[in-house]
């Protein structure tokens, strides 16, 4: 076990790597970068920026032509080229993409991520600040629909073409198929002011003056504010994993060893817990890691929006339109490593639901 998980680690390291450097690739490439919006924000006004540049006054360099700016960026024609270098010094890019990509790295395995070029605050600051409303919606969202899937599911594989496997999975499919942001819309037309009636609040995790609330009602406020959002959420989630807790207890049903249990006299319950579930429940561990990963770090990006919630999507959503790429390349760092970490700890539950496994014999 030791070893399997030594190499486990050690493969990370050229994964995030190779993560890091496409992205950042890809990032050279793509035009409207930081230098360029800061450029195009500017242009228009070359005459007064060129006082600011050499610290005003009719002393000031002139306004250069075309030719003396040189074209490298999009909008700095007719701008100083002193001041083009300012810009790009402002923003790390006075320094060669392969030197830029390095010093990245180095900085990150330190776990400094520096800071956000459009906010005044860093950018592990500015994660932790949007943290609580992701993990607020991924956690609650995952384990509810978890909670209610997983006993739906054997049930309906135990009732397999009765009317409550019928129309249950009518119920699902249907919640499957619409989507989120039209079930938050409707759920805020309905209970959250819109046109009948105002149950729920629309913003935020908490109500004003909640930290002087009493300890339970603090409680109360912050479930209150995540009732509509999870059910938003929940619908999509809830519908696949309920299907596949049915099939896969389906599958295992069917097996050889299942009628041999029944032949020794085994209750039905005893067969289906003691002997189905934890080969069925192999399939769902595997799922689980990854259902809280999208939810968590990027499947709310509309249910944010929707109800007010400035939580890790809205974050990333801003970032990468903004070109604010401290914080798309430091959220891609993170999610990265806690992706590849969930996946080794999912991979050891499947150990701790079937000891049988074999971690030291397999392949990575």
Known sequence: MGAYIFRRLLLMIPTVFGIMAVSFVITQFAPGGPVEQALANMSGQNVSLSERVTGGGGDGVAAPSRQQTGGAYRGSQGLPPELVARIEKQFGFDKPPLERFFSMIGNYLRFDFGDSYYRDISVIDLIK?????????????????????????????????????????????????????????????LFAGGS???IFPLRGLTSPGWVSFPWWRQVLDYFWH???????M?????ATATLLTKNSFLDEIGKQYVTTARAKGLTERQVLYGHVFRNAMMLIIAGFPGAFIGVFFGGSLLIETIF????????GFQSVVSR???????????????????????DLAYMWVDPRLDFESRDV
């Not at 007010?308 to 974050?315: K, N, Q, R």
């Open 324 to 346: 604010d790429y401290p914080v798309v390349f430091a959220t891609l760092y993170i999610f990265s490593l806690l992706g590849l970490i969930i996946g080794l700890v999912s």
């Open 196 to 198: 009948f009636w105002s």
């Open 226 to 232: 995540l009732v509509l959002p999870i059910i938003a």
């Open 129 to 189: 600040e949007k943290m609580p409303v992701s993990i607020s919606l991924g956690l609650w969202m995952t384990l509810i629909a978890y909670g209610i899937s997983i006993p739906l599911g054997i049930a309906k594989a135990v009732q397999d073409g009765s009317r409550f496997d019928v129309w249950t999975s009518t119920i699902v499919i249907i919640g499957y198929a619409v989507p989120g942001f039209l079930v938050a819309i409707a759920l805020v037309v």
């Open 234 to 238: 929940g619908l999509g989630a809830f």
């Open 308 to 315: 007010s919630l400035d939580g890790l999507g809205l974050l």
